[in-house]
């Protein structure tokens, strides 16, 4: 039943990634957290077992929803260059600053966020396209910021590079494309940063590389990468204003939920 649970997991964080371009992790870590707390992990490591898996999961999201983006021609390859290099630098940062705070203090800045995402989508809140994209050494601070609040997340980076990109006058179809393909190296350098970090780690549960915990990893991405096609899709053809006031609800009792556990 546990593992049932992990499939369904994966189904709904692959339609939300590649829906919205967010990864799926503000659904994912949560949802973790709970079920680890459930089967008795030690408090002390559940919020990072829980962050570090849901990192490597992101990995197999990001390139089952970029096929389908690369597919509609809308993926800028030298913009995705520019912000990588960054990215991979903030994300092992990010790890290793998740790995310094204690479950509390994570909880709460979790917790706060997923409040913040909420007001972001709940009232469709996007910035004006007022800039134009700043040169490489802008673009990579900028992708080195996201990487590492992104680690930090346990997210694929999509709820900060699309108002990012929007921002300096992406258009949003390109913005989410670029932040698709942006979350595999912010998950590829934040699972080996939280693998690292957690490595021998003495409350750790059987089949587990660190912070990252195998049979939930694998539940998810066998669905995941499937559902993350089809909400990519999706974006494509729906209007999404119903299902993103829809997930800010979910995302107002998610923070809520981070808050008791801090």
Do not use: D
């Amino acid at each position: 039943m546990l593992f049932l649970g992990y499939l369904l997991l994966g189904a709904f964080a692959g339609i939300l990634g590649g829906l919205f371009g967010i990864g799926g992790g503000l659904i994912i870590v949560p949802v973790l957290v709970v079920s680890f707390h459930a089967q008795g992990i030690p408090g002390e490591i559940v919020t990072h077992l829980a962050l570090g898996t849901s990192m490597l999961t992101m990995i197999f999201t990001g390139l089952s929803s970029l096929r389908v983006h690369y597919s509609k021609g809308v993926v800028q390859w030298p913009l995705i260059r520019r912000l990588a290099g960054g990215m991979i630098v903030g994300a092992w940062l990010g790890g290793m600053t998740a790995n310094l705070l204690s479950a509390g203090t994570l909880n709460l800045i979790i917790g706060c966020f997923a409040w913040a995402m909420a007001l972001q989508m709940g009232l469709n809140l996007r910035p004006k396209a007022e800039r134009h994209l700043p040169g490489p050494v802008g673009t990579g601070i900028a992708g080195t910021l996201i990487g590492w609040l992104s680690a930090m997340f346990g997210i694929g980076g999509g709820s900060l590079t699309v108002p990012y990109l929007t921002w300096n006058s992406v258009p949003m179809k390109q913005a989410v494309a670029v932040s698709v393909a942006g979350s595999i190296p912010i998950a590829l350098a934040g699972s080996l940063s939280y693998l690292y970090a957690g490595w021998g780690h003495a409350a750790l549960p059987a089949w587990s590389l660190g912070y990252v915990y195998l049979p939930a990893w694998l539940g998810i991405v066998l669905t995941s990468t499937q559902f993350a096609r089809l909400g990519a899709r999706l974006a494509h053809r729906l209007s999404p204003q119903r299902l993103r006031q829809g997930f800010a609800l979910l995302l107002l009792c998610v923070g809520a939920k981070f808050m008791i556990f801090s």
